[in-house]
């Protein structure tokens, strides 16, 4: 049986309603941070195996949805997870530079610290 138009809206403010809850969490927007990246969403899916690639686009298109469905239930939380990983990134990136200086060392005294100096 198919659902009238006023389900349907009911339908989908649920799944919203939904998706905003899991964004609310730290580990809902890692969660779907994650999922967006598996989807190819951040890269591209070129490959000379055309089959490979048509899977690879595959996967981006359901990216792309969840994105979306994702940006419409809340914009900001959707902004604020992008925030939070390229964070986690330049972290990352950082403390690999400080593992892979052979001297070790440490930003001199009244240079502001690299890790600090953005909060």
Known sequence: MALSARERAARRRDQLALLNKV?????????FFDLLASCHLYSTSFGTNALMMAFREGERNVGIRIG????EASPDL????????EHVRSQSSRAAERRSDPNGSEPASGEPDPDTAAL
Request: hydrophobic fraction near 45%; charge should be negative.
């Open 78 to 85: 959707y902004l604020k997870m992008f925030q939070e990983a």
């Open 23 to 31: 964004m609310s969490e730290v580990v809902g927007r890692e969660y």
């Open 68 to 71: 979306a469905d994702l940006n």
